[in-house]
């Protein structure tokens, strides 16, 4: 074993060190990537990688969120990209726990923590709908639409329907703004009104429409446009 395998060696089981002694905390950013992509690339400096990669794709939020195409495309092969959204699913698994089977009106933050995580760095726009019991709980968390980097395309009837199928006494609309404003748009608003008027006679309540954005997130409901 050479020096620099020595050095390498140290600062590995330095980081392991930190990582198991004072929790996830006591690692920086690239430090988390950089463990990520050692535990598959055992035998390469991985730390300058994990900076590059973190910076290329506009920070550690849109690295987790980055598709495979994405990573590879990035440099990184598919047993690291692998790690990457291993660790995503894992961070995601957990937060989605925490509204499971409890009301979910009585945990919103424990909810825009979830879809933040989940939305706030997508390239491009998606639209879920979350269907609630007549106790608020969570029955289905459904991906209804992907689209084009700003657009997605919802239709009213077929979400009426799910929910008539699921038997949802309410739901949450949500969708993301790929360019990190939250603010909602008028489609968005008159899209809003469309659902909330259609469920109305069925008894379906809608709830929320909840718009995710880099810089935080908008409750049309709070803003008084539901």
Known sequence: ????????????????????????????DHELIEYLLMLVTPRIDTKPRAKEIIRELGGFGALLAADTETLTRAGLSRREASAIKIAEASALRMLKSE????????????????????????????????????????????????????????????????????????LILVHNHPS??????????ELTRQISHAGKPLGIVLHDHIVIGRDGHSSLRSMGLI
């Open 1 to 28: 074993m050479n020096e620099d395998d020595i050095d390498a060696k140290g600062h590995r089981e330095r980081l392991r060190g930190r990582l198991l002694d004072q929790g996830p905390d006591a690692l920086l």
């Open 99 to 170: 509204i499971i089977a409890r009301p979910v009106l009585n945990g919103w933050q424990a909810l825009i923590d979830y879809l933040s995580a989940d939305m706030a760095h997508r390239a491009i726009e998606r639209v879920r709908v979350l269907h609630l019991n007549g106790k608020n709980a969570l029955i289905r968390d459904e991906l209804v639409s992907e689209g084009s980097i700003d657009q997605a395309a919802v239709y009213v009837r077929e979400v009426i329907k799910r929910a008539l199928d699921l038997g949802s006494a309410s």
């Open 180 to 189: 990190g404003d939250p603010a909602p748009s008028k489609q968005d608003i």
